[in-house]
């Protein structure tokens, strides 16, 4: 650990000061790094997916409120089923101003942590595993120039780095400011190198009971999930011990064509590669994504077909993705730990040979 020699004023204004840490300053000047917002606390949160509209009423021939932009945190009453024609996800969201269609926005909670001052020895060197548990938080690059495709796409639009509210991270150092704030270096372990300061407080340290095996003496374990139904569960022998709504890949275009390589594929498959978080990218460079620290990573699929946390939408029930099974974070972090193989906390990811883990049954009923 070391010390950063520099003021408030001079950490949000990201003066040139030097620090000990920081090699250099960013070549494209990053737009906010700043310390937590004044997030609401104590009641679930709504974070606005895109730039939305706040209706009267549950539906989208009511008057508009306002435009909720992208990022906006809104304290969220209730879900109800209202009106949206052509569309399969009927549900609206109540908020103080008005409704909001309910996929455009991430549930959230404001959890800040009380901070580590010491980071735990590991495999390579200090560091651990750590959960983002506020709406957001803006990062600060510490190494540039930017590497990964969605930091470079952000920079290059203007908008602060952050990472949001279910992300998993890697801790790798612990900075400190003129009043002892303490701030974590993090960055994606098996990511394309970035790294970031980032207020600590945002960060809750995952510990390695949490990322334990769950039942690890039931040998006999399999997934299904159906594509229409957009439901998975979970068996020990013939006994479904865990069921959850899910989005699988989309299987036609916008066009309304079918496309077999969005499609989740059909056939039973085996579980051949785990990650406590990975980046996720694919696409064309015109209609590609990139999608960072992505967490509780469990591939079936060769060309890499996941189950996987979801922060980007929460249209569960929708055929949403691009051949991954989205699922809520809860779902994804309990399919990880009751699949096979088993993965440690260091380093968090392990590949598996022939014939594999776990099977999945993926089907069309």
Not at 3 to 17: C, I, N, P
Not at 72 to 98: A, D, F, H, K, S
Not at 265 to 277: D, F, N
Request: hydrophobic letters at 40%; glycine letters at 8%.
């Amino acid at each position: 650990m070391s010390k950063l020699h520099l003021t408030r004023r001079e950490f949000l204004g990201l003066s040139a000061v030097g620090l000990a840490s920081l090699v250099a300053r960013p070549q494209r000047p990053v737009t906010r790094a700043t310390f937590l917002p004044e997030f609401p606390d104590g009641v679930r949160l709504g974070r606005a997916l895109a730039s939305i509209p706040i209706h009267s009423l549950s539906t989208p021939d009511s008057s508009r409120v306002r435009t909720l932009y992208e990022d906006e945190i809104l304290p969220l009453y209730r879900e109800v089923v209202g009106e949206q024609p052509y569309r399969i996800n009927q549900n609206w969201l109540e908020t103080p101003e008005g409704y909001i269609w309910s996929p455009d926005v991430q549930r959230v909670w404001n959890r800040p942590n009380l901070p580590v001052r010491e980071l735990p020895e590991t495999s390579l060197g200090a560091g651990l595993w750590a959960e983002v548990t506020v709406p957001y938080v803006d990062l600060m690059l510490t190494n540039p120039p930017a590497r990964a495709p969605w930091l470079t796409n952000r920079l290059a639009t203007g908008l602060p780095p952050r990472f949001f509210f279910s992300q998993v991270v890697w801790v790798e150092g612990i900075e400190f400011d003129d009043q002892d704030q303490p701030f974590y270096r993090v960055k994606e372990r098996f990511g394309y190198g970035d790294t970031f300061l980032a207020d600590a407080r945002a960060f809750r340290p995952l510990t390695p009971d949490e990322i334990s095996p769950l039942n690890p003496e039931v040998e006999e374990k399999s997934i299904l999930v159906d594509v229409t139904r957009q439901t998975m569960s979970c068996f020990e022998a013939d006994r479904e011990v865990y069921y959850a709504r899910v989005s699988t890949g989309v299987m036609t275009d916008f066009q309304g064509n079918r496309v077999e390589d969005w499609g989740t594929p059909i056939g039973t498959h085996r579980i051949w590669r785990k990650a406590v978080s990975l980046p996720l990218s694919g696409g064309s460079a015109a209609a590609g994504w990139d999608l960072p620290a992505v967490g509780w990573i469990t591939l079936f699929v060769g060309k890499g077909v996941a189950f996987h946390s979801t922060f980007w939408h929460h249209n569960y029930g929708v055929p949403t993705s691009r051949g991954c099974v989205n699922c809520q974070p809860d779902d994804a972090k309990w399919v990880f730990r009751w699949t096979l193989p088993q993965v440690g906390y260091d380093p968090g990811d392990i590949t598996v040979g022939m014939p594999g883990g776990t099977q999945i049954r993926v089907i069309e009923s």
